[in-house]
């Protein structure tokens, strides 16, 4: 049996809270505006999107205390048990003066109607805590969740650059505090599962994973809340109820990264920031994928479990991991089972998910030497946004040049994320050629019946799925393959 406690408890800025009420759907951003008064924290988007919101937390890990941006407006007060919270309202320099990061700001004209400027400092923050000297692409990287329209950006990067020269990141409050920040946010690690509310206002933070598993086998409708990077529109959005909810974020059982035997193992809860560093490492394909993934803030409350574990047709992970034959396994109370991850997905909003099972870890082959993998994003627009087409590839050939191997997978295709089979049985044995594929290529009328919506009509993304297959072989074979155009182009 574990503890049962009442409450959750955090820091914000420099003082400790305990919260015995709070609602499942309570959002960070409500709660620091209406009822701590802490006004610098911005609404704009309410979906995560522009960044006006932005603040850090704090949380504790193998790596010791770690401060990340995240968007406030879709994340829940459930999800803050044993974090710090840092506002602009906490940003202080020497007596009587800014903090390196504003006065930058205010130097180098980054502002102008001033709405989103809380969050641009924030993520400056965030950003000049862990680079004191950043490159323009580690910059414009750390502010892709930001949205300006007034000044454009040049100005707001040259002040990124300046803040160094304002003062010192060792003498930085969050750096000087961070010793005793950590013993504090240590105390309140106490083991327990918290549990407030009842009914329609009931939410659960499980002391570990064996504690998740027992009480969603005892609530297997309960809403499992991880990064809330989707739960959160759910909320804000579409006004969805949530109750009860399970907030495992915390969950330090999900949240490990390993690599056994040429396969890496990721726990459900791992986000895309912290994945990012093995993936690109070792499936260098991933790195740019990861990189287009929203804004920092997103990736760094994302997970890839939930990714999966949602079911959506256009996430961005399924289709890569599919192609590289990746493997789910899924837990309900202490029994686990471990399946291909292509036949998870079984038809729109449904997965292969028992009541009362969740995701706990995806199995994802490392490339053999001499195998070939890609996987391209098809947006409106290159950053921050959601995909329209995405395929991924993994090639093998064999001596004679020949495709010994060959999996194809795509989002944005079909109901589901979904292999294109007529498309690899087309290819499968023949020599890998332009001719090749473009016999197979017909191939992908039987494979999809893509829909057409606001980002993309059925026809654009028949024909974007066949070039990306072309820009595959192309990268593959040192040549330049013809680009298919659609008949009204080429009239």
Same mark, same amino acid.
């Given at each position: 049996m574990v503890n049962i406690r009442n409450e959750i408890r955090f820091i914000l800025n420099g003082r400790d809270v305990v919260l015995s009420t709070v609602a499942p759907d309570a959002t960070l951003l409500d709660w620091l505006r209406l009822d701590r008064s802490l006004r610098g924290t911005k609404e704009g988007c309410a979906e995560g999107d522009c960044g006006a919101c932005t603040v850090l937390v704090g949380k $504790?890990?193998?790596?010791?205390? =770690?401060?990340?941006?995240?968007?406030?407006?879709? +994340?829940?007060?459930?999800?803050?048990?044993?974090?710090? =919270?840092?506002?602009v309202e906490h940003l202080r320099g020497s007596p009587g003066q800014l903090h390196p990061v504003q006065q930058a700001m205010v130097d180098?004209?980054?502002? /102008?109607?001033?709405?989103?400027?809380p969050g641009f400092v924030m993520s400056l923050y965030g950003l000049w805590m862990r680079s004191s000297d950043p490159s323009n692409a580690a910059i414009e990287k750390a502010l892709q969740g930001n949205l300006c329209r007034c000044t454009g950006y040049e100005a707001i990067i040259r002040a990124a650059h300046a803040i160094s020269s304002y003062g010192k990141v060792v003498k930085d409050p969050l750096a000087a505090e961070r010793k005793a920040i950590t013993a504090r946010l240590e105390a309140m690690h106490d083991g327990a599962r918290v549990e407030i509310g009842a009914g329609k206002a009931r939410l659960v933070v499980p002391a570990n994973v064996d !504690?998740?598993? @027992?009480?969603? !086998?005892?609530?297997?409708?309960?809403?499992?809340v991880a990064g809330s990077t989707d739960v959160g529109l759910w909320v804000t959005k579409h006004m969805r109820e949530i109750s009860p909810a399970i907030f495992i974020g915390n969950l330090d059982g999900l949240c490990t990264i390993s690599e056994d035997n040429g396969v890496i193992s990721i726990g459900a809860g791992v986000t895309y920031t912290e994945a990012f560093s093995t993936l690109a490492r070792r499936i260098p394909a991933l790195g740019p994928l990861f990189d287009r993934i929203g804004g920092d803030q997103v990736r760094n409350m994302g997970t890839i479990g939930g990714n999966i574990a949602n079911g959506s047709p256009i996430g961005d992970t399924p289709p890569p991991l599919i192609a590289l034959g990746a493997r789910l396994t899924l837990r309900k109370g202490k029994k686990r089972r471990t399946i291909p991850l292509e036949t998870?997905?079984?038809?729109?909003?449904? /997965? !292969? +998910?028992?009541?009362?099972?969740?995701?706990?870890?995806?199995?994802?082959? =490392?490339?053999?030497?001499?195998?070939?993998?890609?996987?391209?994003?098809?947006?409106k627009r290159r950053d921050e946004d959601i995909t329209a087409a995405l395929g991924a590839f993994f090639l093998t050939l064999a001596g004679d040049g020949t495709v010994a191997d060959v999996r194809i997978a795509y989002g944005g295709m079909a109901a589901t994320p979904k292999r294109a089979s007529s498309v690899e049985k087309? $290819?499968?044995?023949?020599?890998?050629?332009? /001719?090749?594929?473009?016999?197979?290529?017909?191939?992908?009328?039987? !494979?999809?019946?893509?829909?057409?919506?606001? +980002? @993309?009509?059925?026809?654009? +993304?028949?024909?974007?799925?066949k070039n990306l297959l072309l820009r595959f072989f192309a990268e593959t074979s040192g040549t330049k393959a013809p680009v298919q155009v659609s008949r009204h182009e080429a009239a």
């Open positions: $504790l890990s193998a790596g010791g205390l =770690v401060y990340e941006t995240v968007n406030a407006c879709i +994340r829940f007060l459930g999800s803050l048990d044993g974090t710090h =919270v840092v506002t180098f004209h980054g502002s /102008q109607c001033g709405f989103c400027t !504690d998740f598993a @027992a009480v969603l !086998d005892e609530e297997p409708g309960a809403t499992i998870f997905f079984i038809a729109y909003g449904k /997965q !292969d +998910r028992q009541p009362g099972e969740f995701v706990e870890a995806v199995h994802v082959p =490392v490339p053999a030497k001499g195998t070939k993998f890609a996987v391209h994003k098809i947006t087309a $290819l499968l044995g023949k020599p890998w050629t332009e /001719q090749t594929v473009e016999v197979a290529m017909a191939g992908y009328a039987e !494979d999809f019946t893509p829909l057409t919506d606001m +980002r @993309a009509s059925a026809e654009y +993304r028949a024909l974007a799925a």
